[in-house]
């Protein structure tokens, strides 16, 4: 076992003050399974690129041990899979390859065909059996499940938890929870490390944010407390010491001496109610800075006039003589929302293309509301781009309400002024979120939304869509969102 020691890393992008990383300091483990977890935008893959020395930088990072990134570009993805493995581990045999293989439940003829012909999940098994299987590598694997059905992750975890040696950016809960035993987060102001799982982190995290809020609370009444008798002594101490200057009483002079004293203990209690003051305030500032925020989000939904939306009945699509799915039969019901489960390429995406009013080649009975309007997010972000602005005109939305929708989706403002396809993946996706969200629809038909997306915002969705019950269809292999939101499941 060795170390990686990050000692005051300082970085920001075209040397402006803006900075990623200030002064940041840490050490981690190789043989840790480190999960990383942190909001969009927040510098995830910034930090794997440095490690993997892509940026100038201030401060230093050492370690014995060579860093290996995962997806690793595949140059010419026509090309037979066992040459790309040899090129990227050229010391890996093949039975080593067949055995890491066996261990994902991939089948070891896919090493006997063109890489562009496999599956996401078949790629994502070969390029990290390829790369575990490098000495002295310790693996920044950026995102693996994105694509991914839900088998294809459990497999993926089953395999991570048998290693050591990586990081994982990941906002896939229960991924995480099957394979990391140490957390790296990026908070707000600070980079932290917590041995566990992802659950042990979160209730960590919810422990320490509820106990702050409740100190917060606290402070704030004792500030505006203390406040409030530091005037009152202070009226008390010009009114006793204005009685010094008087007229005789019963001809007796007053006794300046003693008023003097009096005005001025009152005085040195006022001080120091006000210092009991001044250090509350100075506590109550170092509280609250790395609570996450997740505010409320609203929907635009359109109930329609009847309570059956969509029918299928024994629905079977085929391209030429092949089937892609056959008998497929469900309703979608006002306030229903059903999940589409099944391995990638059994047909979730052509049904849904179907319902849009693609010309898909079907038989059986299928029909759609009359005037239904939906709205929906499709899983590709590629064709993105322009301005938030000519976004929003495009598509016919709300600028005003568009934007606080990406700011409570923890959009900074500085995001606001970039072309879209300057974002990250988790923002691209995170404008199509917005989108949905504003356009009125009585059908929501989401097709992986959650895709880069992270753990924070998809808590927001969560809430919203339980809140709203709107009527949705929607792909998504993220299990603990479909245990949440799914209230039925159509398996393909």
């Avoid at 993997?52 to 995962?70: N, Q, R, T």
């Avoid at 927001?460 to 799914?486: C, G, N, S, W």
Wanted: hydrophobic share 35%; net charge negative.
């Amino acid at each position: 076992m060795s170390r990686i020691q990050v000692t005051n890393l300082t970085f920001a992008y075209d040397s402006s003050f803006d900075y990623i990383f200030e002064h940041v300091s840490f050490q981690i483990d190789t043989d840790w399974k480190l999960g990383f977890i942190g909001r969009n935008g927040r510098g995830k893959t910034t930090f794997l690129n440095l490690l993997l020395g892509k940026y100038e930088y201030s401060g230093s990072i050492s370690a014995s041990v060579d860093f290996e990134y995962f997806p690793y570009p595949v140059e010419n993805p026509d090309e037979m899979t066992l040459s790309i493995v040899e090129s990227v581990n050229p010391q890996a045999e093949s039975w080593q390859i067949f055995k890491e293989l066996n261990l994902m439940d991939a089948d070891p003829e896919i090493l006997y065909r063109p890489f562009s012909t496999l599956s996401n999940g078949e790629r994502t098994k070969v390029l990290l059996a390829a790369l575990f299987l490098k000495e002295k590598a310790f693996l920044l694997i950026d995102e693996p499940t994105n694509h991914l059905d839900v088998n294809a992750r459990e497999k993926v975890a089953q395999y991570l938890n048998s290693k050591k040696g990586f990081i994982l950016v990941s906002h896939d809960r229960t991924f995480l929870d099957q394979c990391i035993d140490h957390v790296l987060s990026i908070n707000k102001t600070q980079i932290e490390i917590q041995k566990g799982t992802f659950s042990s982190w979160f209730a960590n995290k919810e422990a320490q944010d509820e106990m702050e809020l409740e100190k917060n609370a606290q402070l704030k009444s004792d500030i505006r407390r203390l406040e409030e008798a530091s005037r009152r002594t202070e009226r008390w101490s010009d009114k006793v010491e204005s009685t010094k200057i008087g007229q005789r009483v019963a001809g007796l002079r007053p006794d300046r001496g003693h008023i003097g004293h009096q005005a001025a203990k009152m005085m040195k209690r006022s001080k120091s109610t006000q210092k009991r003051q001044q250090n509350a305030i100075s506590e109550k500032e170092t509280l609250l800075k790395n609570v996450e925020t997740m505010d409320a989000l609203k929907l635009n939904l359109l109930s329609y006039h009847t309570d059956l939306i969509l029918s299928m009945e024994d629905i079977t699509i085929s391209y030429g003589t092949i089937p892609v799915l056959q008998n497929i039969s469900f309703f979608v019901r006002q306030g229903s929302r059903v999940c589409l489960r099944g391995k990638n390429g059994c047909g979730k995406t052509s049904l849904i293309k179907l319902i849009l009013g693609e010309e898909i080649p079907y038989t059986g009975s299928f029909h759609l509301g009359s005037g239904v309007k939906i709205s929906y997010i499709s899983q590709d972000t590629s064709w993105l781009k322009g301005s938030l602005t000519e976004f929003a005109k495009e598509y016919a939305l709300d600028e005003t309400i568009f934007r606080a929708l990406l700011r409570k989706l923890d959009f900074d403002r500085v995001q606001f002024e970039k072309k879209i396809e300057e974002y990250s993946e988790g923002q691209k996706k995170k404008v199509l979120l917005a989108k949905s969200l504003c356009e009125p629809a009585h059908l929501f038909i989401w097709d992986e939304p959650l895709n880069f997306v992270d753990v924070f915002s998809r808590m927001q969705i969560e809430k919203l869509l339980l809140e709203y019950r709107p009527t949705m269809l929607f792909v998504e292999h993220d299990e603990a969102f479909q245990e949440k939101i799914a209230t039925q499941i159509v398996d393909l």
